[in-house]
């Protein structure tokens, strides 16, 4: 099974999605720079964490418009499994992939610290090996996590599924005092309509050797590759 | 050009004496651009004229030292054919000025030394001193730490290096010259350093990066000068940050230097252009000829005087192979980099400026470079020591163990820095083993068993009390925090912050403290590899106190054998290292307690901290201790207390050897002392080893329990819930900004 991790020229968790994928889990892994225009050949897309472009503008608002973008896109409407990653999360919602946007922190400050993070659905790629109520503890690393989106598209995420990360306390209970950056409904991660697209705020691939202080990120990185043997692609 | 006046020389930091040598240098008058180059490359900042002679005096070899003095950055061996290659500087006139971005652009500066020698940058540290956060200019240092956290933060989290550790400090001198200090490291291969060199006549100098602009002109003749009132009018001298800028340069010469195309690569920081131009000629004994016209430019009509010395972020300058330009070009834009060729090494060893062709100045690099003054300034023992020296302990008042206890955990130097490390990113490059506040820093090396533990440290106090004796044990105390974590120390760097050299009294505080560096760097082998030194470090005529900052690296062989400073399970077995005196000179006790800065600093005897250091990495190199913790600020109760925090609650019993009172077993900082736990089992065997090492080991208690409770030769003085305990530590920092949270 093949990871892509996109390379934006800011991207600075580009070798840790690398490092989980290809020498944590023994998966193949390349990475796939901005400019180019085809995704060499992957079974599974990571948009990894960092400041895609410096990021001074907007979290993430130019690298929607990098060439690699477009095999992104086509890649996510063929069903593709595709994880954005902190600053991967926001480059899917600025590409419109995903619904919503991550503002500041509510307390303006950048955190960079383990948090509970509750798994709230299973039924994606990057969730069916996890159970529901799962508590992980995940670093988060960002000044702008903080979810947003509007009542409308709230509730629909909601009614249908499509929250499937909240921050939590050690007992997996959600509460304001556990939610770090100030996100509506203490969302921490969302996938889209179709459930092959999931980006997430916390690095689930620095938290996958028990020597950086948790492993509960794997079981992410496991789903997904479970999920594609079931489906066959590593016959292709 | 002949109308060279006193203003003109003033304004340039020049005396007249060093102007007629400039005039001998050359053999003629200087003209505007060659004065300008000549003022920044004889600054104290650049050309170390007052520190020099000292500063030859450290120790700078050793088995390991692949570089020393003398480049962008030191190297030391790590096994496994790689290097790791470090270096502190201090930033701390600019974060005073402009506390983000001064903070920001030191973290850039530094950043760029390592890269600069080919090694991929992977840990930051800093060392921050403020003055206090209340009273009255309390208001104007939160917001000078909130800007400096902030600036350190929003660089390196945004370039992507993770600042993994690092001290803060705060006491009244730092109020009006507060200091940054920080620190960086690097793996590099070891037998393809980067060397900042220009050889070759012929090939071609590039210049990569950002722009040039008009800020930042004469920045390091800034940083040679007093404050007073007027500095905050220096704004525009303070440069902007650009990490994302800085990142595409770390990525892209990275990138070239896996390659054989480059000869030199040196940073454009201090001084700019004229820096790296001369500094590159001079180490080879090469010459450079730039023209100006082709230095990429930020804003129209640019002087050359003003290019030349302008300190705009993020450029480098390069010496690549004649007949590869397509190919390091291709490097560059694949990065979108513009990658400008502005000269060409010579044979002559001169720096040749050109304007659209014109000569606007030319200079041996050696009149530059070895040229420039050197300073045997006049010493003289301060006045103060007499005074401030005497302490009759005895006749303190004494004092509630617990609420001192309570007190001290309540100072912003000792209490727990979340606030200040939760807003850097410190896991990411997921190498971060042990996470920031649990000990010294340590980050596994990729590709091997190997991990690096480091510790930057300072100890102002002490050094106001005795500089000669707290830069020894700022030596030790930074030496024993790698080895608590299972590091055996192997290189150093320093970082001196200083008053007025000009003042006899800060010339002998320096003198003295170089000296204490020098012997007990000598003492544990550890060799200094590099480092920066910040002078004129007064605002209005008071002078910080003298602050020789050490950064230690150490190698830990089998990474899954690092150890923290927390207690790990109920039973274990505490034993102290050491020996406690009578000590409480110049301790966090006193000043918090008794609002005293008086006293001797602890006595160091470096033979025993030499074999506690090696007998911490042997014990925790054969897995047999649980923690360790260095036992400094705050003395054992301290130490203990911290022992227990972020363990969820453990406790422990305790029961000390009394020496001389409560107060004093409690909370003297005595050197050469750790407390570490073992399991009950290997109790005796850790008492054997320490025994052949020499060094003094007892049993004082177990861990377990809820209650920190530590008695004094059989009398409880301390005994509290440990979260109560951890809850004053652990809000404490923050109280200072919660009327800003949200």
């Known amino acids: 099974m093949k990871f892509a991790v996109i390379v934006f020229p800011g991207s600075n968790c580009d070798h840790d999605a690398y ?218 | 050009m002949s109308t060279v006046d006193a203003a003109l020389l003033d304004r340039h930091g020049l005396i007249p004496d060093e102007y007629q040598r400039i005039v001998a240098a050359l053999g003629r008058e200087p003209s505007l651009t060659e004065l300008g180059i000549f003022s920044v490359m004889w600054s104290e900042h650049c050309s170390y004229k007052s520190s020099r002679v000292h500063l030859r005096t450290l120790p700078t070899e050793g088995p390991r030292v692949l570089q020393g003095p003398g480049e962008n950055a030191g190297a030391v061996d790590i096994g496994d054919g790689l290097a790791a290659v470090f270096k502190i500087e201090s930033h701390n006139h600019p974060s005073f000025i402009e506390p983000y971005q001064g903070a920001a652009t030191g973290v850039g500066g530094i950043i760029r030394d390592i890269f600069t020698m080919g090694a991929r940058p992977i840990a930051l540290m800093n060392s921050l001193r403020f003055g206090p956060m209340n009273g009255t200019h309390g208001a104007r240092t939160r917001r000078i730490v909130e800007g400096v956290v902030a600036g350190i933060a929003g660089y390196g989290n945004s370039i992507g290096i993770p600042t993994v550790g690092g001290e803060i400090s705060f006491e009244e001198p730092y109020t009006g010259n507060p200091l940054v200090n920080v620190f960086c490291l690097g793996i590099a291969k070891a037998d393809a350093l980067v060397k900042a060199r220009a050889e070759g006549a012929g090939n071609p100098v590039y210049y990569v990066g950002a722009k040039t602009g008009r800020d930042g002109i004469h920045g390091a003749t800034m940083a040679s000068a007093e404050f007073d009132e007027k500095s905050a009018e220096k704004r525009p001298a303070v440069q902007v940050g650009d990490p994302f800028m800085e990142k595409l340069l770390l990525e892209a010469c990275l990138e070239l230097m896996k390659g054989d195309a480059h000869i030199g690569v040196q940073d454009m920081g201090a001084a700019g252009l004229t ?34 010395l302008s300190e705009s972020q993020e450029r480098m300058l390069l010496v690549v192979k004649k007949g590869r330009e397509r190919e390091v070009e291709e490097i560059f834009e694949k990065w979108d980099l513009h990658a400008a060729q502005v000269g060409f090494v010579t044979d002559d060893g001169l720096l040749r400026v050109k304007d659209h062709g014109t000569v606007v100045a030319e200079i041996p690099n050696t009149a530059l470079v070895d040229g420039a003054p050197v300073y045997h300034r006049p010493m003289a023992r301060p006045a103060y020591l007499a005074d401030v020296q005497h302490l009759d302990a005895a006749a303190l008042p004494p004092v509630h163990a617990q609420e001192g206890l309570f007190r001290i955990l309540s100072s912003p130097t000792v209490a727990n820095k979340r606030w200040v490390y939760r807003q850097y990113d410190h896991m990411v490059r997921t190498n971060t083993i042990v996470l920031a506040g649990m000990g010294a820093a340590v980050v596994r090396v990729k590709g091997t068993s190997r991990a690096l533990a480091m510790s930057v440290d300072g100890n102002g106090r002490y050094c106001y009390l005795d500089p000669r004796r707290g830069a020894m044990l700022a030596v030790a105390e930074a030496a024993r925090n790698v080895a608590c974590a299972g590091g055996h120390p192997i290189g150093a760097t320093n970082c001196l912050n200083f008053g007025n050299p000009e003042r006899p009294e800060i010339m002998w505080q320096f003198a003295e403290a170089v000296q204490g560096i020098g012997d007990a ?39 899954s054998r690092t150890v923290t400073r927390v207690f790990r399970g109920e039973g274990d077995v505490i034993v102290l290292f050491g020996e406690t005196f009578d000590e409480l000179g110049g301790t966090e006790f006193l000043k918090i307690i008794h609002g005293l800065v008086k006293g001797q600093p602890p006595g160091l005897d470096l033979r025993k901290e030499r074999a506690l250091i090696a007998l911490l990495v042997r014990a925790a190199g054969i897995g047999l201790i649980r923690s360790a913790h260095d ?87 301390i005994d509290c819930d440990v979260r109560d305990a951890e809850r004053q530590w652990s809000t404490a920092f923050n109280s200072y900004f919660r009327r800003q949270a949200s």
């Open chain 1, 19 to 236: 490092h989980a994928t290809k020498h944590v889990l023994g998966q193949d892994a390349e990475f796939v720079w901005h400019k180019d225009t085809t995704l060499k050949g992957a079974d599974v897309v990571i948009l990894p964490g960092g400041f895609s472009y410096g990021d001074y503008l907007r979290t993430g608002a130019i690298a929607q418009f990098s060439p690699v973008m477009t095999a992104v896109r086509e890649f996510a409407g063929s069903g593709g499994p595709i994880l954005g990653i902190c600053n991967g999360f926001q480059v899917l919602c600025e590409a419109k992939l995903l619904p919503g946007a991550l503002l500041r922190n509510k307390d303006l400050k950048f955190h960079c610290e383990h948090v509970g993070v509750r798994v709230e659905q299973t039924s994606t790629p990057f969730t069916n090996r996890a159970s529901a109520g799962q508590v992980l503890k995940l670093p988060i690393a960002h000044g702008e996590g903080n979810y947003f989106a509007d009542q409308v598209t709230l509730e629909q995420l909601e009614s249908s599924g499509r929250v499937i990360f909240r921050y939590c306390d050690n007992g997996g209970r959600i509460a304001d005092e556990a939610n770090p950056n100030g996100s509506l409904n203490g969302i921490a991660g969302i996938c889209n309509d179709r459930r092959n697209v999931v980006g997430l705020m916390p690095h689930p691939e620095r938290a996958c050797e028990s020597a950086l202080g948790s492993e509960d990120g794997l079981v992410l990185f496991d789903s997904v590759v479970a999920s594609l043997a079931s489906s066959g692609a590593l016959m292709a």
């Open chain 2, 631 to 717: 036992c400094s600020d705050g003395g054992i109760a301290v130490t203990l207390a911290e022992c227990a925090f972020d363990t969820g609650g453990i406790g422990c019993q305790v029961d000390l050897t009394e020496v001389r009172g409560a107060d004093a077993t409690l909370f003297s900082e005595s050197a050469s002392r750790a407390i570490v736990t073992a399991a009950a089992q290997d109790a005796p065997t850790l008492l054997q080893i320490a025994a052949e090492a020499g060094v003094p080991a007892r049993l004082i208690g177990r861990v377990g329990g809820s209650r920190l409770r530590i008695s004094v030769g059989g009398r409880v003085q």
């Open chain 2, 521 to 559: 760097c000598r003492a544990l082998d550890l060799p200094i590899t590099g480092g920066n030194v910040s002078l004129y470090n007064e605002t209005d005529g008071t002078a910080i106190y003298p602050t020789p900052v050490l950064g230690v690296v150490g190698l830990i062989e089998d990474a």
């Open chain 2, 275 to 308: 820096c790296a131009t001369s500094e590159m000629g001079a180490r080879s004994g090469s010459g450079i000829e730039i023209d100006v016209m082709h230095v990429p430019q930020r804003e129209s009509g640019m002087s050359p005087y003003e290019i030349m």
